[in-house]
């Protein structure tokens, strides 16, 4: 599977910051806009996920990455009510799983999301098929 194409549509009311976030860490806009729509977040949402972690804003980012992202001053609260916050956060997180995943694309895409591989792998195929629309 390849990455989608790097030049989507832009949806009008996309706030600039998701372009400026997907271009500072290197990610297809594409693959963001996949992101987003399968994570279905929003600003001031926080989900409790079974595990004990909760997951904050648009991009629902996991309460694990908040001790590393305080490091940027972004703190659970601002993860969650801070829409542009949420999406620097995801295109970092993101750009960490890719690298970790020594470059392989889909493999980071999934990790966002799980390590297991069923949880990974249906993320993987959402995330695509949320990226062509």
Same mark, same amino acid.
């Not at 609260?77 to 009510?81: D, G, H, Q």
């Given at each position: 599977m390849d990455t989608p194409p790097v030049e989507p549509v832009? /949806? /009008?009311d996309l706030p600039a910051c998701v372009v400026t976030a997907a271009q500072r860490y290197h990610i297809p806009l594409r693959a963001m806009l996949g992101v987003l729509r399968t994570e279905g977040g929003a600003v001031g949402q926080r @989900?409790?996920?079974t595990n004990g972690t909760d997951d904050h804003g648009p991009f629902q980012i996991n309460t694990v990455w908040v001790?590393? %992202?305080e490091a940027f001053g972004y703190t659970a609260? @601002? %993860?969650?009510?801070n829409y542009c916050a949420s999406a620097m956060a995801s295109a970092y997180i993101l750009r960490h799983e890719i690298n970790q995943a020594d470059g392989?694309?889909?493999k980071g895409i999934g990790n966002y999301h799980s390590r297991t591989p069923r949880h990974h792998d249906r993320y993987v195929r959402k995330v695509y098929k949320n990226s062509m629309r």
């Open positions: 832009i /949806p /009008p @989900v409790g996920n001790q590393e %992202l609260e @601002v %993860l969650t009510n392989d694309f889909w």
